[in-house]
């Protein structure tokens, strides 16, 4: 997908208002905006082992009704080095701007994920892994069903869920789930150098932690 090349006003009843991937889609430039899953993935949904690569361009004010990833989708792999999600919505569920389930991963090196919002993970829903090394996570909001911030910049699910911030610029909250901890047998969250920021105070980022059964919460290194 190139420069002037528009996608725009499109809906599904199931996976991926604009497209879905069963293969590899590179998208260079141009706009998907204002498409609709009914399911999830309001622009894009990636199947399980396929490919989405975003060098640039723009997704924005897309909506996904009643499951995940308002802007993306993935079962696959995303590779974001580029481009904005933005003004995207995940009525129901997690990841407003993309949703990384269990077999997929998402590494961002660039770009943009602002102004979305979802259930759970306003910017990223985390239920597989996560690599940011670059790019921006900012501006988004998340709201539970008793109307308590959830992560506004990322969410954190189950035990088998990564992610690994050794880069970027992440402004908003860190949410880990009940029963995904950081602890030896469940999630993991690394989180080193980039640009982090909290409203300007050293802490830079907020992390709520959810306690329970998954064991004891902990954050590398402990002082954030």
């Known amino acids: 997908m190139y420069a002037k090349t528009t996608i725009q006003n499109c809906s599904t009843k199931r996976w991926g208002g604009a497209v879905y991937v069963n293969g590899t889609f590179n998208m260079h430039d141009g706009t998907i905006g204002s498409c609709s899953a009914t399911s999830s993935g309001g622009a894009v949904y990636v199947d399980t082992s396929k490919t989405f690569n975003l060098y640039g361009g723009t997704i924005q004010n897309c909506t996904a009704d009643t499951g995940y990833g308002g802007g993306v989708e993935s079962y696959g792999t995303v590779n974001m080095s580029g481009g904005t999600i933005q003004n995207c919505r995940a009525n129901s569920h997690a990841g407003g701007g993309i949703d990384v389930e269990s077999a997929g991963t998402l590494n961002m090196s660039g770009g943009k994920i602002t102004g979305c919002y979802a259930v759970f993970g306003g910017g990223v829903g985390v239920y597989g892994a996560v690599a940011m090394s670059g790019g921006e996570i900012s501006g988004n909001s998340a709201e539970n069903y008793n109307n308590s911030s959830v992560g506004s910049s990322f969410y954190v699910n189950r035990d088998s869920a990564n992610l690994d911030i050794t880069g970027g610029t992440v402004i908003g909250r860190l949410r880990i789930?009940?029963?995904?901890?950081?602890?030896?047998?469940?999630?993991?969250?690394?989180?080193?150098?980039?640009?982090?920021?909290?409203?300007?105070t050293k802490s830079k980022i907020t992390f709520d932690f959810q306690s329970g059964s998954g064991g004891t919460a902990s954050v590398d290194p402990a002082n954030y």
């Open 177 to 200: 789930a009940k029963g995904a901890a950081t602890a030896s047998g469940y999630c993991t969250v690394n989180y080193f150098d980039g640009s982090y920021s909290n409203n300007g």
